[in-house]
């Protein structure tokens, strides 16, 4: 019994002078270290980039309003608004009664003067034979004949481009696709009289090629020398909200409309023909500004109800400068105060770092 007194005894003295002489390890201290260890960036002095928003509309690559090219009536008609066409394609056939006479009359004009000169040369070649015998015929009668011959071929080819061009104008009367596209439009049905209509007369067909669109801008006469055009632009259907498209400026009209702003257009590519001409959008068009202007990134600006300040680092400590914002990008804002181009600053900064403190940089 007081053998198993003293082994236990032994033992707890063992135990209690292992606990007195090691002390446990803080596994955490190198996690508060590296914690307070601040990321710090670079004022950067630069041209402002920045965007504004501008409302745009779709408008269709290529369109058309069809109208007759002669006074006719209207015989048939192939298509219906929504019809898809190709290039060339029949669309509608007209007819013009007078046209068949007119035809016919040009024709047969053209026959007699194919005739009549057809008799001229044969009559000149005849006495070009006969001159050779020497006085059978005078000089002038050959010389009359030669005239004669060339003044009815003249009046051929003349007759020939009348008969041509009246067949061209008969042609006239089949109304084909100038382009591949869709039918928007049909104001007419057979029997209906149409002829050469006006900018502002009703068209009998319109045709429209909605597989690319135009994103046409209006840009306020303040930026049009500040376009981005290096830059992409970003723009928003209001009728399909969430979906974010991005592409290049096409073309502009280098000239300020009636309004004062200039016409941009971008190409939008519509396979799916989602996009329907006159849809509104917000586009946003980059916007840069000739003069320089000292950037910091967003997340380095401090604000409170008091001021607004940005942390620089300044012999490893703490300096507050204050400062004012300008135009504020997507990544960068335009600052004011006492800082310069190089100047290190915190980012993630907070009110809990104190002005003069010793900053640890994690870089």
């Excluded at 090219?69 to 898809?84: A, E, H, M, P, T």
């Excluded at 004949?145 to 009246?166: C, G, N, P, Q, Y």
């Excluded at 290096?230 to 280098?254: C, E, H, M, T, W």
């Amino acid at each position: 019994m007081k053998l198993k007194i003293i082994i236990a005894a032994a033992i707890a003295a063992s135990l209690y002078s292992c606990s007195g002489s090691e002390k446990p390890v803080d596994m955490t201290a190198e996690k508060k270290a590296s914690k307070n260890k601040l990321e710090t960036g670079i004022v950067s002095e630069k041209a402002l980039s920045s965007y504004v928003r501008l409302p745009g509309q779709l408008k269709p690559f290529n369109e058309v309003n069809i109208f007759a090219k002669i006074n006719s009536f209207v015989k048939q008609i192939y298509v219906d608004r929504g019809s898809v066409v190709h290039k060339g394609q029949l669309l509608a056939v007209l007819e013009a009664p007078e046209m068949a006479s007119q035809v016919q009359s040009a024709n047969a004009r053209l026959l007699q003067a194919q005739e009549s000169a057809t008799a001229s040369r044969e009559k000149y070649r005849r006495l070009k034979e006969a001159a050779k015998e020497e006085g059978a015929v005078s000089p002038l009668d050959l010389d009359n004949a030669l005239s004669k011959m060339k003044a009815d071929e003249a009046i051929v080819l003349s007759e020939r481009s009348t008969a041509t061009s009246v067949k061209d104008i008969q042609s006239y009367l089949n109304i084909r696709a100038p382009f591949d596209g869709m039918i928007v439009q049909r104001n007419v049905s057979a029997g209906a009289l149409v002829g050469p209509g006006k900018s502002t007369d009703q068209p009998m067909l319109v045709l429209q090629d909605t597989r690319r669109l135009r994103l046409e801008v209006m840009i306020p006469e303040n930026y049009v020398d500040k376009v981005d055009l290096k830059q992409q632009v970003s723009f928003v259907f209001n009728a399909l909200p969430g979906k974010d498209n991005k592409a290049y400026i096409s073309r502009s009209a280098n000239a300020l409309g009636t309004q004062r702003s200039e016409a941009i257009e971008v190409d939008v590519i519509n396979k799916d023909q989602r996009l329907k001409p006159g849809m509104y959008g917000e586009v946003k068009i980059p916007i840069v500004f000739g003069a320089k202007s000292l950037l910091v990134p967003n997340n380095a600006i401090v604000r409170s109800t008091e001021r607004e300040y940005v942390i620089k680092v300044k012999d490893g400590k703490a300096v507050f400068a204050d400062v004012k914002e300008g135009i504020a990008g997507d990544e960068f804002t335009e600052v004011f105060g006492n800082l310069n181009s190089g100047d290190r600053i915190v980012l993630h900064a907070g009110d809990d770092t104190k002005e003069g403190q010793l900053i640890p940089l994690n870089r």
